[in-house]
C-alpha cells in the first residue's frame, strides 16, 4: 500500500487506488491511516465524522463506510494474492486497524528525513543537513489531507502536520544561513514573511537574509513592521532575540563568518 497524505489523499493497493469518492469515507479512511497499523476506536471514528451530535445510526452508517473503503480494497487486490480486504482493514476489538504495510507513506518518508537532517546538523555536516531538510519538504506537495474534509480529530493531525513542516521549513533556512546562502533566500523569505507575517523566526530570518546582502535599511524596515503588528494586534514586544538582531543590525555589527554571525546575532 501506498500512501500520500501531504497533500490530496491518494492511497493504492497493487497500483489502484482506493480513496472512496464520497466525503465521509474519505475522513474514515484519512484518519485510519495516519493512525496505520494500530487500532482507531469506533468512537472516535464517530467523534470525527459528527462531533458530539451522533446520529441514531451512528454506527450501523460507520459500518457502511468501512465496507465502502473495503470494497475498493478488495477491487485492487490482486487475485490469489492470499489477502482479502478483512486482512488489510481489520476489525478489532471496539475499533478497526488499517495495515499499511512496507509500502511507500509520504508522511514517514518526511519524518525520517528531517530525522536525518537533525543527525547531520548535530555532528556539523551541513550541507548534509540542508539537502536532508530540503528533500524532507520536498515530501509536501501542498496542505495536508487537502481534499478530505477535517472533523476535530481530524483538524487536531493536520494542524500538527502543518506546524511539523513549518520547524522543518524553518531549520533549513537556518542552515542555508549558516551555509551563507542568504542571496539564494531572499525570494522565499520575502514570501514566508508576506504569508505569515508574525511568525518571528521566518522575519529574523529574512533580516539577516537582507543584512548580509547589503540591504540595511530593508533589514531595519521588517523590524519596524513586525513591532507595529505585534504591538498593535497582540500588545506585545518582539522578543529578545529580535531586538539583539536589530540592535546588531541598526551599528553596523562588522561579523564576517555566517555561522558566527548567525549563533550571536539570532542566538
Not at 478488495?74 to 475499533?95: E, F, H, I, N, Q
Not at 520575502?190 to 505569515?196: A, F, G
Request: proline share 4%; hydrophobic share 45%.
Amino acid at each position: 500500500m501506498n500512501v500520500n497524505v501531504l497533500g490530496e489523499l491518494r492511497v493504492t493497493e497493487n497500483g489502484r487506488p482506493v480513496v472512496p469518492s464520497a466525503a465521509k469515507p474519505r475522513q474514515v479512511l484519512a484518519l485510519l491511516t495516519l493512525r496505520g497499523d494500530r487500532v482507531v476506536q469506533a468512537g472516535v471514528l464517530m467523534e470525527e465524522l459528527w462531533g458530539s451530535r451522533l446520529p441514531r445510526s451512528a454506527s450501523t452508517t460507520l459500518q457502511t463506510y468501512v465496507l465502502n473503503i473495503r470494497n475498493k480494497l478488495a477491487a485492487a487486490l490482486p487475485a490469489g494474492s492470499g489477502r482479502s480486504a478483512k486482512d488489510v482493514l481489520v476489525t478489532c476489538y471496539g475499533g478497526y486497524l488499517l495495515k499499511l504495510g512496507d509500502g511507500r507513506f509520504d508522511l514517514r518518508e518526511f519524518e525520517a528525513q528531517a530525522a536525518a537532517g537533525d543527525a547531520a546538523y548535530e555532528i556539523g555536516d551541513l550541507p548534509a543537513a540542508a539537502t536532508l531538510f530540503r528533500r524532507a519538504l520536498g515530501q509536501w506537495q501542498g496542505s495536508a489531507l487537502l481534499d478530505v474534509p477535517h472533523g476535530r480529530i481530524l483538524q487536531r493531525e493536520v494542524i500538527s502536520m502543518e506546524h511539523r513542516r513549518m520547524a522543518v521549513l524553518e531549520q533549513w533556512i537556518d542552515v542555508s544561513l549558516r551555509l551563507g546562502r542568504h542571496a539564494a533566500l531572499l525570494p522565499e523569505l520575502s514570501v514566508l514573511v508576506d504569508e505569515h507575517p508574525l511568525h518571528e523566526g521566518f522575519r529574523a530570518q529574512f533580516m539577516l537574509a537582507l543584512y548580509r546582502t547589503g540591504h540595511v535599511r530593508r533589514a531595519l524596515q521588517e523590524f519596524q513592521a513586525l513591532r507595529l503588528m505585534l504591538v498593535d494586534e497582540l500588545g506585545v514586544e518582539p522578543s529578545a532575540r529580535l531586538r539583539r538582531l536589530h540592535h546588531a543590525i541598526l551599528c553596523g555589527n562588522p561579523i564576517a563568518d555566517p555561522e558566527e554571525e548567525f549563533q550571536q546575532l539570532t542566538g
